[in-house]
């Protein structure tokens, strides 16, 4: 129970330390680009781990039952399984692309290794890269890679730059 405390205590300074360095950047939106300033996404990534990291410090002490989880040989497989599928999905990246790799990734890992329903996997599954793509693309002007799909992208590019 102590240790936990101890690696959120680790993380309260190094996100502090984190946005320290980000704050020299402007951390707000940026009227010239369009997008984001240089230090936005590590100072807001910090700010929020480092309120997470204080949510963990001073959370109520769990029951004695909680503490005595280890880490078993059962678990192994699991574990090797979803390290592939991400090693996989990062290899495809940069031929086939974020919008191909990761809903790929989520099928898998929503169906085929969770064996949650067709509507679940399929509407994640389409939904997400659509999320993505007017989330970073659109809004925050960050392109992603896009692999063998790029040509299909230069209509929406007609319509968002």
């Known amino acids: 129970m102590l240790l936990d405390k101890v690696i959120a205590g680790a993380l309260v300074l190094l996100s502090a330390y984190m946005m320290s360095h980000a704050i020299l950047l402007p951390i707000g939106w940026n009227g010239e680009t369009g997008g984001p300033g240089g230090g936005a996404f590590p100072f807001w990534c910090s700010l929020i781990i480092l ?3 204080v949510f963990v410090i001073f ?3 769990r029951s004695y039952e909680a503490d005595q989880f280890t880490f078993d040989r059962e678990m192994m497989g699991p574990l090797i399984q979803v390290i592939v599928a991400i090693a996989v ?3 495809l990246i940069p031929t ?3 919008y191909v790799a990761i809903p790929l990734f989520l099928f898998w890992y929503l169906k085929i290794y969770g064996k949650h329903s067709w509507t679940l996997a399929l509407s994640i599954t389409m939904l997400t890269p659509i999320a993505v ?4 693309e659109a809004t925050l002007k960050i392109l992603l890679p896009k692999g ?3 040509p299909f992208f230069f209509p929406l590019y007609a319509m968002f730059f």
């Open 51 to 53: 309120i997470c990291a």
């Open 59 to 61: 959370r109520p002490a």
């Open 89 to 91: 999905t990062i290899a």
């Open 96 to 98: 086939a692309g974020a």
């Open 133 to 136: 793509f007017f989330f970073f």
């Open 148 to 150: 063998i799909t790029e």
